[in-house]
């Protein structure tokens, strides 16, 4: 199967830079999880498109990741192929603020920072791409992708597509994009504005409040916070804090984060997600659901 797309790609999508075979290991931030048969590297939307209309038709299944920060990749082998946008990474300042999926947040408020744009400081020191934010609804402090998003550009059905901010469907860390298939090649945010020093000011505010999470390997909050009470309250509560599977440790400075200490596989990490959830619905009746996104082999 692999010769099959390698061969594709020589044949149809020569130039594209491409890596075969794939660990996801060294490129999530877990730290854990096996393989894919390739990535590839677009380095525009053309070529991203050509990739996709080329895994539809030969029948090829594909993911297409930002950062890989919240993402829980299986132990064993993908079989198919990975499609990162993190070359896609113009910014454009006008009216609105213009991104392409592949910039990272820190890009995008630097960017933000020089032109006077603020609105989006919230997303200082979260490892997230505009079209990872975009997909989950990215937020932090009460404060959500949805609330600063005029449009989405995606391509969906063969056509290149603008996607309201209504027609994402946004709610709590969701959105449309979870089940209707479309790929996020950028999108445009309403951004008051500011002089650079005072968007700076407030970026630093969010910064400092992000240092205060636990550092080492992880995929930040691991569940959704329920609504009466937060997913690391209801952890804490339910006696957690450092329980080991594995390389895999729930933090004892915060209970929504999963560290890996070294060593850990995905099968760690499930595992101990699910005696989570078994044991918070256990002492309270309260069903965590995951924020991650899982990778299925």
């Known amino acids: 199967m692999l010769k099959d797309w390698t061969g594709l790609l020589d044949d149809e999508c020569s130039g594209i830079a491409h890596e075969a075979p794939f660990g996801f290991s060294a490129h999530c931030s877990i730290g854990c999880g096996g393989g894919a048969r390739a990535a590839f590297y677009p380095a525009n939307t053309a070529e991203l498109l050509l990739l996709v209309d080329l895994f539809k038709r030969e029948g090829v299944k594909f993911l297409v990741l930002g950062n890989m920060s919240n993402v829980l990749p299986a132990d064993g082998m993908y079989e198919g192929a990975v499609i990162f946008t993190k070359r896609l990474r113009s910014v454009g300042i006008g009216q609105t603020v213009f991104a392409m999926a592949g910039v990272k947040a ?36 009460g404060k959500h992708i949805s609330d600063i998003l005029e449009s989405a550009l995606v391509y969906k ?3 290149i597509r603008v996607t309201s901010a209504a027609e994402c469907e946004y709610s709590y860390k969701h959105s449309v ?12 945010f309403v951004l008051e504005d500011a002089d650079g020093e005072t968007v700076a000011k407030k970026r630093a505010e969010y910064l ?17 916070n329920p609504p009466a009470e937060t997913a690391g309250k209801l952890i804490e509560g339910a006696g957690l804090k450092g329980l080991r599977v594995g390389g895999a440790v729930i933090s004892t400075e915060h209970a929504n984060f999963i560290i890996n ?4 596989t995905s099968a760690d990490v499930r595992a101990l997600i699910n005696l989570i959830k078994n044991a918070v619905f256990a002492r309270y009746g309260v069903e965590l659901e995951e924020e991650i996104r899982y990778i299925e082999n």
């Not at 989006?120 to 990872?132: H, K, R």
């Not at 400092?208 to 959704?224: D, H, N, V, W, Y």
């Open 106 to 141: 820190k890009a995008f408020l630097d960017a933000c920072e020089r032109h006077g744009k603020s609105g989006a400081e919230f997303l200082a020191g979260i490892p997230c791409s505009v079209g990872g934010a975009v997909f989950m609804n990215a937020g932090a402090h």
């Open 157 to 159: 059905e063969g056509r």
């Open 177 to 188: 994009f979870m089940r209707d298939g479309s790929v996020i090649l950028g999108a445009s």
């Open 208 to 224: 400092e409040k992000r240092r205060r999470l636990p550092a080492g390997r992880s995929m930040g909050c691991t569940f959704k």
């Open 261 to 264: 200490e070294g060593g850990a």
